[in-house]
């Protein structure tokens, strides 16, 4: 009887020798891919930002101004608090949204049209927001919202004085009708919008024992303390008017860290709101905000300029440098934008 010939084959050694080869090749490549996929979604929030500040362009060749962050009418019950559209909503028609902007309506309380119960505008979030997706049920037969990534300048402090219809110094407040002749510090160096993280914690109605703007992030973080509404929803609401849900100020720089201990006992980031413009009850109590704006793209935040353009700002921004860029008329001097 003929021997059969050996086949050949792997050892054991040689396999766990390939096997280990393979790993460390995956693990070579893995953050190369990680890298690619937030560079893809860094340009698609880039060119969010495009559209948005496209949006607001067109609108301001329309109406010769642009949109107000909220149109509060105290005779109007439907314009108060959460009740008036913001600039989400506003720009719809301008960013392909026509057949939802044609069945809204903007004179009546948003929060009582079910036709935007669960609707996504695909422009108002970035996908590397991890909460993005995250829908809110407010409860109350209410319609379901998708928050926003991106909120609108509403300056470095002070947002709104009912009493006197006065507002901040950003390009946002309730009731008013900024230009482009109203940016006599340069289109190119103000800002219009920017990255904000959805479901952002806040407080709010403690309003500032001083008007000062706060010089650190340790004052904001006592602001926040002193709160008495202590909330988990910042920028859910996309056609909610209040800067807490669509916008932000420059009281600190990007991505600085201002937080409350949450239920765990864990320390998480949030924003302080002193009074809700032009909430029923709190008529009379100027608004003043720290919204920061915040990012999941490393070291930065993406914003959008009055002059249309986008840029990617360095978190380590000089503080005055990003508190000039949220005014419109400030009459600072920026060098050079990082």
Not at 46 to 75: C, H, M, V, W
Not at 140 to 168: A, H, M, Q
Request: aromatic share 10%; charged share 15%.
């Amino acid at each position: 009887m003929k021997n059969r010939p050996v086949q050949p084959g792997f050892t054991l050694v040689e396999l766990l020798v390939v096997i280990a080869i393979i790993g460390v090749l995956i693990s070579l490549l893995l953050p190369a891919v990680q890298q690619a996929r937030e560079a893809a979604r860094r340009i698609q929030c880039s060119n969010n930002l495009k559209q948005i500040g496209l949006a607001l362009s067109l609108y301001e060749g329309t109406y010769r101004k642009f949109p107000a962050s909220a149109i509060i009418d105290f005779d109007n019950p439907y314009t108060g608090n959460n009740g008036s559209w913001g600039v989400h909503g506003r720009i719809l028609p301008y960013l392909e949204q026509g057949n939802l902007y044609d069945k809204i309506d903007l004179m009546a309380a948003w929060d009582n049209q079910q036709i935007i119960d669960s609707v996504q505008v695909p422009g108002f979030y970035c996908t590397s927001d991890t909460q993005s997706n995250r829908l809110r049920n407010p409860g109350g037969g209410k319609p379901r919202l998708y928050p926003t990534s991106y909120g609108f300048n509403f300056g470095t402090w002070f947002v709104f004085d009912p009493t006197t219809g006065e507002g901040g110094d950003g390009m946002f407040y309730p009731n008013s009708h900024l230009g482009f002749q109203s940016v006599t510090d340069g289109t190119s160096n103000t800002l219009l919008a920017a990255e904000v993280k959805a479901w952002t914690p806040y407080t709010r109605n403690g309003g500032p024992t001083s008007t000062s703007i706060p010089p650190t992030a340790g004052d904001v973080e006592s602001l926040i303390s002193s709160g008495t509404q202590k909330k988990t929803t910042g920028h859910t609401e996309w056609p909610d008017g209040r800067v807490h849900h669509t916008g932000f100020t420059a009281t600190m720089t990007p991505n600085t860290f201002t937080g409350i201990r949450n239920p765990s006992g864990e320390k998480v980031d949030a924003d302080y709101n002193s009074w809700q413009e032009g909430k029923d009850g709190d008529q009379g109590k100027p608004t003043y905000a720290a919204v920061t704006s915040r990012s999941y793209h490393p070291g930065v935040v993406q914003v959008g300029l009055v002059d249309g353009s986008v840029r990617s700002i360095a978190e380590t921004i000089d503080l005055q440098t990003w508190r000039a860029m949220a005014t419109r008329s400030g009459g600072e001097v920026i060098r050079s934008i990082p």
